[in-house]
């Protein structure tokens, strides 16, 4: 049987955006992943070896933004699903990126990346 494991509102204070005072100062995002995953094997176990530890989704994600200083919520989106889909071979995953008050008008701008694969 599948099911869903994910993080949502996942809080990070990094350096990102293309504007001046986006590269001189920290600003919090936030970051919501999900992973498709079969639950037979750790449903069986009751062991966190045999799933996908929700823990390290949100390590990924905080390890990534704090290492490297992104311009692009698109670039970093997709670096973190590039680790999430080789690291635990998931057939889907959906990551989205928030970010607060990126201009005045809005509460918050995002983008979403969906990879559909086969493992």
Same mark, same amino acid.
């Given at each position: 049987m599948k099911g869903i494991i994910g993080i949502e509102q996942h809080r990070i204070s990094c350096i990102i955006g293309v504007e001046p005072h986006e590269r001189?100062?920290? &600003?919090? *995002?936030?970051?919501?992943? @999900? +992973?498709?995953?079969?639950?037979?094997?750790?449903?069986?176990?009751?062991?966190?070896?045999?799933?996908?530890?929700?823990?390290?989704?949100?390590?990924?994600?905080?390890?990534?933004?704090?290492?490297?200083?992104?311009?692009?919520?698109?670039?970093?989106?997709?670096?973190?699903? &590039?680790? *999430?889909?080789?690291?635990? @071979? +998931?057939?889907?995953a959906w990551v989205k990126i928030w970010k607060p008050r990126a201009f005045h008008s809005v509460d918050y701008t995002y983008v979403e990346l969906e990879h559909r694969g086969t493992t």
């Open positions: 001189n100062q920290e &600003q919090e *995002i936030f970051v919501d992943v @999900k +992973v498709r995953s079969c639950f037979a094997q750790c449903a069986a176990t009751d062991h966190i070896n045999d799933t996908i530890d929700y823990e390290k989704l949100a390590n990924i994600c905080s390890h990534l933004a704090c290492t490297k200083q992104y311009k692009l919520l698109e670039t970093f989106a997709y670096d973190v699903m &590039q680790i *999430i889909i080789h690291e635990f @071979k +998931v057939e889907w």
